[in-house]
């Protein structure tokens, strides 16, 4: 029997940035990573093997950097969690002892097992497991007809990268009016769906996949709630993914409504030396303080460079005070972002808002070869002006304004701070000094909640 200082289940984003942290803090410290697959995949960029990396082995990530610390890893999944006796079971029968425990166990691919047909052949998932994405890919080269079912960001991205193989006809149903409905605005969602349809994706919204028609066990076609049929030689379920905490659970450790492991602010779970991060453990809401669910490798990898500094005691404050959830993708050369609030958000938790947006090209002056509009929308309190939300669409910079957005977010900024922000120019790599365009966004925002207190 084995014995450690810190085991940790899970070699995902969570799992390995918390291994790395600890051990770089406690490095007289044994630690051991259990990890289920001998590969494991890059979460985010599981769509881009369909085309753009062109190979599965393109997108492999693996805990070298901890194992370059001094840590040990093991590839044999865990079956069983006696909390109380500080023991691991794993799948071959050996038993291991420890001091801490973290699940970093990550989320499973949703299953719609209510549609008929779900469980034909050449109905796939996007699973986060090597082989079975390697064995994906390989089985829907010849494929011509394949339907994506679930507009979200990862079933949109899966869409428009196998309509850039020639010859394929994609097709991609989603329930709400638009894609990306559930995590952006519907400007922001009904310009991303037109950029689905503008790459030679078949937009099928507001409509539901009422059975997967199958011959002889194959499937053939997708059968719509309106009772019109799409034909497809590979349906593509993208529809969620739920936390995988059946371990903890099986271990007694408090789940919550979401069936998300409980946590404090530092990782810690119902039991003594018992932690959890990333996608298996509990988020809540920035602004409203509530559960939610929202599962990032960054929101993960954030979470776990607190949890490795802090898991031998509280040395480093955690200044979460909720999880924001910060997205940005690129649909056929729009690139979009959002952070915090939104309309879809706000009205549900009765959050008072304005909004203000600006667009302007992000290279100056316009000429510049690679320059595109850039527009930032931002959600500010009309009574003390702190920054509740933003979007941005436009060229690729895009991905960073969020982050500098999201940063002010965590920092409560407000739009009379963000106007006098400092900053650097360039012609080649920003907007013009006269109209950075977050900061002429809040400037507009700032008007707005002038004008309404002299209403």
């Not at 410290?29 to 001998?38: A, F, Y």
């Not at 079956?79 to 425990?101: A, N, P, R, Y």
């Not at 990268?161 to 991609?172: F, T, Y």
């Not at 977010?409 to 977050?438: C, D, R, W």
Request: a neutral charge; hydrophobic letters at 40%.
């Amino acid at each position: 029997m084995k014995k450690y200082d810190v085991v940790i289940i899970g070699a995902g984003p969570a799992g390995i940035v918390t291994g790395i942290t600890a051990k770089k803090q406690f490095p007289d410290k044994s630690m051991l990573i259990i990890k289920e697959d001998e590969k494991s995949l890059v979460p985010c960029g599981i769509p881009y093997v369909f085309h753009e990396l062109e190979s599965v082995s393109k997108n492999v990530m693996g805990p070298k950097g901890f194992i370059d610390l001094g840590g040990e890893v093991v590839t044999d999944p865990v079956v069983k969690v006696d909390v109380k006796e500080k023991q691991v079971k794993t799948k071959s029968g050996e038993v291991i002892t420890f001091d801490k425990l973290v699940f970093a166990t990550g989320s499973r691919v949703v299953i719609p097992d209510f549609i008929p047909g779900y469980d034909l052949k050449n109905v796939f998932y996007i699973r986060k497991n090597y082989d079975y994405i390697e064995k994906m890919v390989d089985e829907i080269k010849d494929k011509k007809n394949i339907v994506v079912v679930g507009g979200g960001f990862i079933g949109a991205e899966v869409a428009e990268q196998l309509a850039k193989n020639p010859g394929k006809k994609v097709s991609i149903v989603e329930s709400e009016t638009y894609c990306f409905s559930k995590t952006v605005s519907q400007d922001l969602s009904k310009l991303a769906t037109e950029q689905l349809k503008n790459a030679n994706v078949n937009v099928y919204t507001s409509t539901l996949v009422e059975k997967v028609i199958g011959k002889d066990g194959l499937v053939t076609a997708v059968q719509l709630n309106n009772k019109s049929k799409i034909e497809a030689d590979a349906v593509i379920f993208s529809v969620g993914y739920m936390p995988n905490a059946e371990l903890a659970k099986n271990a007694g450790l408090q789940l919550n409504k979401m069936g998300a492991i409980h946590v404090d602010n530092y990782g810690r779970a119902t039991e003594k030396d018992i932690f959890a991060v990333g996608d298996c453990s509990q988020t809540l809401g920035f602004l409203t303080g509530r559960s939610d669910n929202i599962m990032l490798a960054s929101t993960a990898a954030a979470e776990a460079r607190i949890l490795g500094y802090n898991i031998y005691g509280v040395t480093i404050k955690n200044s979460f005070t909720g999880t924001l959830g910060i997205f940005s993708t690129e649909i056929n050369g729009l690139s979009m972002a959002s952070v915090g609030l939104n309309e879809k958000n706000a009205v549900p938790a009765n959050i008072k808002f304005v909004t203000a947006q600006f667009t302007a090209c992000d290279r100056h002056p316009e000429g510049i070869k690679d320059s595109s509009k850039l527009t930032v929308k931002l959600y500010v309190s009309p009574s003390d002006g702190s920054i509740l939300g933003a979007e941005v669409w436009g060229g690729k910079c895009a991905g960073e304004i969020i982050n500098t957005i999201g940063l002010a977010i965590q920092k409560e900024l407000t739009v009379y701070e963000l106007i006098s922000l400092q900053i650097g120019t360039h012609p080649l790599l920003t907007s013009a000094p006269t109209m950075p365009v977050f900061i002429k966004a809040a400037e507009a925002a700032l008007y707005k909640i002038q004008s309404l207190s002299k209403q």
